[in-house]
Nanobody
Framework: QVQLVESGGGLVQAGGSLRLSCAAS????????MGWFRQAAGKERELVAT????????YYADSVKGRFTISGANAKNTVYLQMNSLKPEDTAVYYC???????????????????WGQGTQVTVSS
């Protein structure tokens, strides 16, 4: 069992930055792929970024490449999403999620993730 708690959301002006944190507790952090999803009002949930700790591989959605960075402190069981150059279209509820994965595979679909946080709101004003 894994429990995930996000923090760090808020209101920021376009062009600004925020860093989201996801604290994980429970089973060994390193056995899971960690991902950040977001869901804007009236839209489907989408994967933003994901990281496979054991293989050091990451994935970013095209819409955030070059602006967002996923990272983490394995020993602290924490994963971060550094968001720079924020745009109004980044406004959404952001969710942290964990998926068990063997090998270097990076799950990219929501149903592949077993554990979810409660979400944190990010609002970017124009």
């Amino acid at each position: 069992q894994v429990q995930l708690v996000e923090s760090g959301g808020g209101l920021v002006q376009a062009g600004g930055s925020l860093r989201l944190s996801c604290a994980a507790s429970g089973r060994t952090f390193s056995t899971y792929v960690m991902g950040w999803f977001r869901q804007a009002a009236g839209k489907e949930r989408e994967l933003v970024a994901t990281i496979n700790w054991n293989y050091g591989v990451t994935y970013y959605a095209d819409s955030v490449k070059g602006r967002f960075t996923i990272s983490g402190a394995n020993a602290k069981n924490t994963v971060y999403l550094q968001m720079n150059s924020l745009k109004p279209e980044d406004t959404a509820v952001y969710y942290c999620a964990a998926a068990y994965s063997s090998g270097s595979y990076l799950p990219q679909l929501g149903y592949e993730y077993t554990y979810w946080g409660q979400g944190t709101q990010v609002t970017v004003s124009s």
